[in-house]
């Protein structure tokens, strides 16, 4: 790197948010993950606009639509959209104008979308049978007993990976025909009030609580995080798996079970559940009540990529 690089600065010295520190951010009410990529989508464009000689707060719409500009072609629209939305929440927390309101940066953003396409790129949910493949892989050893448990209660909880590994033994109750799983603190849920999932019994083997009792039993696990690291000499690590972990699993059962592993993610677990009990016939207030969704638009979405109106609306065009 030379004197006259124009990056230098921008890499020794980046910019810090002007009276916004990390604890300003958590009082505003948003999810901590929400947090993370404002904070960073912030410290990028005040080292845009530190570079080009531009003033980052307030800053001004042509600022924000050049900034728009330098990042097309590099991310996607979606993740643009994020990066916007910092820009936007910061100035609003400031107490300052939203430049992204102003009808330049607007038609910017919307020219954007029409060349690189706005459709979000999204996994295949695991569908049960899907799910029911991956689990017929898994070897009977005790990490493939803790896959087990993780993709049945995954599946049958409509469960984020946040949640699913944020969950501890003292969470579950075992109450003869059904297990309760308390889940403590979700992505809507950031006031902590709590959500309790009723999962039946099911007379099958694919059992979710048979399956969880299976994995707490042989990794004797009787307190603290349900789901735990297991090492290859078959050793059970005492902290929780992190939401990643869960992605992986997804992947390596997939492929073991000879289906795309590209294809699916930690998510695939939760829109797999809201597309198989769509797709049987079960009411969106009955799905709601088991995946906690507060938006019945949210859910629809999930609903119509199942294709389920549109399956529907065929077989009453064709009397059948």
Not at 94 to 112: F, K, L, N
Not at 219 to 229: E, H, K, M, T, Y
Not at 257 to 283: C, D, K, M, N, V
Request: aromatic share 6%.
């Amino acid at each position: 790197m030379t004197d006259n690089d124009p990056y230098r600065t921008l890499i020794l010295t980046p910019p810090t948010l002007p009276e916004l520190d990390a604890r300003a951010f958590m009082q505003a009410g948003k999810a901590e993950n929400t947090l993370r990529a404002y904070r960073a989508a912030w410290r990028e464009f005040a080292q845009f606009c530190e570079l080009h000689g531009a003033t980052a707060l307030p800053a001004s719409p042509a600022s924000v639509a050049a900034y728009l500009v330098w990042l097309a072609g590099r991310i996607k629209p979606a993740t643009m959209q994020v990066k916007l939305a910092a820009v936007s929440f910061v100035h609003r927390f400031a107490h300052q104008g939203d430049p992204t309101d102003d009808e330049s940066v607007r038609v910017v953003m919307a020219g954007i979308r029409r060349k690189l396409g706005s459709a979000p790129q999204k996994k295949a949910p695991a569908i049960f049978g899907d799910v029911a493949l991956m689990v017929e892989a898994l070897p009977d050893d005790l990490g493939g007993k803790r896959d087990r448990a993780l993709l049945l209660v995954g599946f049958a909880g409509a469960f984020r990976r946040s949640e699913l590994v944020g969950l501890d033994v003292g969470d579950v109750r075992f109450n003869g025909a059904t297990m309760t799983v308390t889940v403590r603190r979700s992505k809507t849920d950031q006031e902590g009030a709590g959500m309790r999932k009723v999962i039946p019994r099911l007379d099958s083997d694919l059992d979710p609580a048979s399956a969880l009792r299976t994995w707490l039993t042989a990794a004797d696990i009787n307190s603290g995080p349900l789901f735990r690291a297991v090492s290859r000499w078959g050793v059970v690590g005492r902290r929780r798996l992190n939401d990643r972990t869960v992605a992986r699993v997804v992947k390596d059962a997939a492929e073991a079970a000879g289906l795309e592993p590209r294809q699916f993610a930690g998510h695939s677990l939760r829109s797999g559940f809201i597309t198989s009990a769509a797709l049987a016939g079960a009411a969106e207030w009955q799905i709601q009540e088991v995946s906690g969704h507060k938006s019945e638009r949210v859910l629809r979405g999930y609903i119509r990529d199942a294709g389920v109106g549109g399956q529907a609306a065929v077989r009453a065009a064709f009397g059948v």
